[in-house]
């Protein structure tokens, strides 16, 4: 069974301070999803990365996928009481379609 | 992005009655559609796969009897609980990919509670 470990399970801070994210496994994924979740909705597709070592910025978000593709990370520079929600992390395997997902991270960010 | 919503968005129904939830691409053939369960603040997890035409996988501890899938077209897969009890009460999530390999897609999800 492949694990994707996912950290911190919660994190509560004030606005303007940064946080990351990461999630970690013993297995390689082919690519790394990250996704975001407010309540009583789907899941909502962040970023993909697929290149180990790669480095994806999405405002401010920035991603990284680990050199040995068994990693990943998120972090969000200056969190806004918008960034609040359920992030989650799922690794895809390069033959099939499933994806492991990662336990999630609980964001709250205050005001 | 691509597009997948779900039918119904919410659900009551009496425990032993039968729950059917629709899910569609509504903008691109799905060769594969996902079924996940989610509870309150907890991630995903998935129940089974569905492959156009053919017969659904499921992931072990699944029964395939109570949670029935069926994946009549490219653009429509369809989950039905069966016998529905207050422990089945959940967010049922799906998603749709175009081939394998490529991303998926998730629905908004469907909230069904069982009295």
């Known amino acids: 069974t492949q694990l994707l470990e996912q950290s911190p399970q919660f994190l509560s801070i004030q606005e303007g301070e940064n946080l990351t994210v990461y999630c970690n496994s013993s297995s390689v994924f082919s690519s790394l999803q990250w996704y975001r979740q407010e309540p009583g909705e789907g899941p909502v597709l962040l970023v993909t990365?697929?290149?180990?070592?790669e480095v994806k910025k999405l405002k401010r978000l920035t991603f990284q996928f680990g050199d040995a593709r068994k990693d990943s990370s998120l972090h969000i520079t200056a969190a806004q009481p918008g960034d609040t929600g359920l992030y989650l992390c799922?690794?895809?395997?390069?033959?099939?379609?499933?994806?492991?997902f990662g336990a999630g991270t609980i964001l709250r960010v205050k005001s | 992005g691509a597009v997948v919503s779900q039918h119904p968005s919410r659900v009551i129904c009496k425990s032993g009655t039968s729950v059917k939830i629709e899910c569609r691409s509504l903008?691109?053939?799905?060769?594969?559609m996902f079924w996940y369960r989610q509870f309150p603040k907890k991630s995903l997890m998935l129940m089974a796969t569905s492959n156009e035409g053919s017969k659904a996988t499921y992931e072990q501890g699944v029964e395939k009897d109570k949670f029935l899938i069926n994946h009549a077209s490219l653009t429509l897969s369809t989950l039905t609980v069966t016998s529905a009890h207050p422990e089945d009460s959940s967010f049922y999530i799906c998603?749709?990919?175009?081939?394998?390999?490529?991303?998926?897609?998730f629905g908004p999800g469907t909230r069904l509670t069982v009295t």
């Open positions: 903008d691109f053939q799905a060769t594969t």
């Open positions: 998603s749709a990919t175009l081939a394998p390999g490529h991303e998926q897609y």
């Open positions: 990365v697929v290149t180990g070592g």
């Open positions: 799922a690794g895809g395997r390069e033959y099939g379609n499933k994806l492991v």
